[in-house]
């Protein structure tokens, strides 16, 4: 009676005095390959990164382009030097998205985006057999946009300023 309140509480595991390296060690004794296998599915900060992007670009490039037919409707006397220069933007925008996808393909990531009613964004992602979840708040990819895109006017405007 007593070894079942015991095991599996995850008290009587934690009081056995066992370092980490040895739990790790026993455990691949008996389950052999399992933890590198974890370990290798889980995906990296780079990883990570490469699917947040992955689910903020499009969005970027759509803010980009509703932004782009504003301004071509407007009357405003620079519209065409703006056309211009927001289809330089989402050029540039739509190369980084093929290279994020190119690179998530290579390493068997898929994204799904999940049907949740409410103002975040909800995606899945499979990561070589591991899956999970993730959120973003709309304010943090707006803010996250905003940053990507004033890095891409940035790289713009240096190259402009080489050829002059």
Known sequence: MNSKKLSGNGRW?????MLPEHREVLEERSHPGSIE?????????EELEMIRDAVLLPVML??????GKEITLSMNPL???YS???????????LEL???????????I?????????????????CRGYEDKFS????????????????????????LNKKV
């Open 110 to 126: 898929k994204i799904f985006k999940d049907d949740r009613e409410d103002t975040d964004l909800h995606f899945r992602y499979i």
């Open 13 to 17: 595991e934690a009081s056995r005095m």
């Open 37 to 45: 296998t974890k370990k290798a599915q889980i995906p990296t900060r």
């Open 136 to 159: 973003i708040m709309r304010d943090v990819a707006r803010a996250s946009i905003s940053v990507k895109i004033g890095k891409h006017i940035q790289n713009i405007s240096a190259e």
């Open 62 to 67: 759509t803010m980009i382009e509703k932004n």
């Open 84 to 94: 211009v220069a927001t289809l330089a933007l989402m050029n540039r925008v739509h």
């Open 98 to 108: 093929a290279a994020v996808n190119r690179e998530l393909r290579e390493r068997k």
């Open 79 to 81: 519209r065409k030097l």
